[in-house]
């Protein structure tokens, strides 16, 4: 089968390895769909800086964003057979330790990243991708493929939001336009979120914000954000925050821009220690502040959501390469920054 490799920083291409045969309790998808995360940018170009322990080991066998069709199944499944489409987890975890049984299967001391850090699992930027049962999730007849594949970026952002009160009468303020703030954002749509504010810079990435369920749009390049928030919320500050940048210098803006009692949540990696971080501010006004990279079980929530019709992530593929032009696909990701949000590699 045809393998996407990142063998060493900035050495990637497309090389023929044997296709895998699935264990008792595994299933063996041909791959449909995978999408292109800033992640495996930066594994590509050797850029990534996650902190100690959590460094790509090359070769990687990049792509976690994906889904598929189950060509074979191991002699032990019984959930999944030959044809139907499935998405999965984005790690892989052993089912039998302390963590594992808890339900915090992320927390898994034999768990593996797909794709990305560490002694990973292979990832979905290959013909075929091989995964556990018990990992594994039916996508929904009227859901497609293309769609389903959004599901991770999206659980990214919307985990960090399920941990907060957000709800009908809450305001939430999203800071980014990239897929884990916007499939996030779609998500709380979905589940009843009151007023949503979108901030970003980029006119046509709003826009698609805008299909995606935001209620007010922020051009930050031609207006004051703190104006308009406090505008938007008669003075107070959104109920939740959700800073999904990344950008050090935004940091504090974001806590500024949250009520008294309010919860800030952080799905964007830094990648490098915050200066002059106003921590008091968070502390003396009784704010939460809450780390978010993903969680167990986040797909069929989400899956739910997409098949009830409550939520249509579709808007946030801007871009689609064949597989064979994946190179031209990875390129794209900096050269249509203006307008990308997820480019998709189709198989």
Known sequence: ?????????NVAEIVEMERPVPGPDQVLAKVLHCGICATDVSIVDGT???GEGNSPVYPVRIGHEWSGRVVETGSAVKRFKAGDRMISE????CGVCEYCLRGEINNCAEGRAVGTIGNHWPGAFAEYMLMPERLSFHIPGNVPSDTAALVEPASVGFYGLTRTPIGPGTTLLVIGTG??????????????SGKIILAGRKEAKLAIGKKLGADVIVNMEKEDLREAVMRETNGRGADVVMDSTGAPGLLNLSVSLTRSSGCIVLPGFYEQPVNNFALDNIIVRNCVLIGGAGAPDMQRRILDLLERGHIDLKPMITDRYPFEKIKEAFAAVGEKNDTRIKIMVDF
């Open 179 to 192: 897929p884990i703030s916007l499939g996030g954002m779609a998500c709380a749509k979905g589940v009843g």
């Open 48 to 50: 990534l800086n996650l």
């Open 1 to 9: 089968m045809k393998v996407f490799l990142v063998k060493e920083p």
């Open 90 to 93: 984005t790690g892989y975890s």
